[in-house]
């Protein structure tokens, strides 16, 4: 079934620590297999069974994501960072869903010109998100300079940021707002150039959406306090606040401009209850940290 989400994004993002370099929320793409200068293959051929697929089957935000499955071909879709990273620091913040039952797959690569395959210049080890349907909710990243570990949740949508320095020579992960420790990363790469989204196993099957490069920190108070997202709307009894870090405050305005419901969560991603509202249009003012968004919502 179907999940909708509303994701709102604090304007201030990245402004004061990184600049971007590219986005895609993939809703410009027809449906289907897809071939660009960004979204290429793993052995560079559009052969239709290594591309990634556009789908309308999950979506954080507009209608369509990125779908990688063995169901299609057993995907090997390369995200061409077009060479753009090889100094300095550097970061990608996407977001994944990955249904219970499934497991993901992806990895860091260093130089993917003229292909991955050319090259084979691994940033990362393997990164992998509940292997084999083994270790639901768990993932590891198989480093051979040291292998990490983290958690994950199914069914819903999380942010994955990377952060890569090219001058030290290590990249972190953060997987939904859990910060794994910053690792050496394998010497052959010489520039975090993409990321290889691969259907590595038979229970693979996830769904890549609002993809980010920045060039400069994208640290966890920056992605994870700005962005969030809201469900289910229209609202019934309880409004959930998706978030990686703690609320501080929600204020519930009518359409008059009234403050109707207000609340101090003090937690990760907390539960307003709207049960004694009347049915209409609604502003939700979120506050995380020092920053502020106000969405829409009805109920």
């Given at each position: 079934?179907?999940?909708?989400?509303?994701?709102?994004?604090i304007?201030?993002?990245?402004?004061?620590?990184?600049?971007?370099?590219?986005?895609?929320?993939?809703?410009?793409?027809?449906?289907?297999?897809?071939?660009?200068?960004?979204?290429?293959t793993?052995?560079?051929?559009?052969?239709?069974?290594?591309?990634?697929?556009?789908?309308?089957?999950?979506?954080?935000?507009?209608?369509?994501?990125?779908?990688?499955?063995?169901?299609s071909?057993?995907?090997?879709?390369?995200?061409?960072?077009?060479?753009?990273a090889?100094?300095?620091?550097w970061?990608?913040l996407?977001?994944?869903?990955?249904?219970?039952?499934?497991?993901?797959?992806?990895?860091?690569q260093?130089?993917?010109?003229?292909?991955?395959?050319?090259?084979?210049q691994?940033?990362?080890?393997?990164?992998?998100?509940n292997?084999?349907?083994?270790?639901?909710?768990?993932?590891?990243?198989?480093?051979?300079?040291?292998?990490?570990?983290?958690?994950?949740?199914?069914?819903?949508?999380?942010?994955?940021?990377?952060?890569?320095d090219?001058?030290?020579?290590?990249?972190?992960?953060?997987?939904?707002g859990?910060?794994?420790?910053?690792?050496?990363?394998?010497?052959?790469?010489?520039?975090?150039?993409?990321?290889?989204?691969?259907?590595?196993?038979?229970?693979?099957?996830?769904?890549?959406?609002?993809?980010?490069?920045?060039?400069?920190?994208?640290?966890?108070?920056?992605?994870?306090?700005?962005?969030?997202?809201?469900?289910?709307?229209?609202?019934?009894?309880?409004?959930?606040?998706?978030?990686s870090?703690?609320?501080?405050?929600?204020?519930?305005?009518?359409?008059?401009?009234?403050?109707?419901?207000?609340?101090?969560?003090?937690?990760?991603?907390?539960?307003?209850?709207?049960s004694?509202?009347?049915?209409?249009?609604?502003?939700?003012?979120?506050?995380?940290?020092?920053?502020?968004?106000?969405?829409?919502?009805?109920?």
């Amino acid at each position: 079934m179907r999940k909708f989400y509303l994701l709102a994004v604090i304007a201030i993002g990245f402004a004061f620590s990184a600049s971007a370099q590219f986005t895609d929320d993939i809703e410009s793409y027809s449906t289907g297999p897809i071939f660009t200068d960004r979204w290429t293959t793993w052995d560079g051929s559009n052969d239709g069974s290594q591309n990634a697929i556009v789908s309308t089957d999950q979506a954080l935000s507009g209608s369509q994501s990125i779908f990688i499955g063995p169901s299609s071909g057993g995907q090997d879709a390369v995200l061409d960072f077009q060479g753009a990273a090889n100094s300095g620091v550097w970061s990608s913040l996407f977001y994944m869903y990955i249904p219970s039952g499934q497991s993901a797959y992806f990895n860091v690569q260093g130089n993917v010109e003229p292909t991955a395959n050319d090259n084979l210049q691994f940033l990362s080890g393997d990164i992998y998100f509940n292997e084999g349907d083994a270790s639901p909710g768990e993932g590891s990243d198989a480093n051979s300079n040291l292998e990490q570990t983290f958690t994950f949740p199914h069914d819903e949508w999380f942010p994955v940021a990377i952060r890569v320095d090219m001058d030290a020579q290590t990249y972190q992960l953060t997987i939904a707002g859990n910060v794994v420790p910053e690792i050496a990363y394998n010497a052959s790469a010489d520039r975090f150039a993409g990321i290889d989204f691969f259907a590595a196993e038979a229970q693979t099957t996830y769904y890549v959406d609002n993809v980010q490069l920045v060039q400069g920190e994208l640290g966890a108070e920056s992605f994870s306090s700005d962005v969030f997202s809201v469900y289910p709307n229209p609202v019934k009894d309880f409004l959930t606040i998706e978030s990686s870090e703690v609320v501080d405050a929600v204020v519930v305005y009518d359409v008059l401009g009234k403050a109707v419901l207000q609340a101090s969560p003090d937690r990760i991603s907390p539960k307003i209850d709207m049960s004694g509202l009347s049915s209409g249009a609604y502003m939700v003012k979120v506050t995380i940290g020092n920053a502020s968004k106000t969405i829409k919502v009805l109920k």
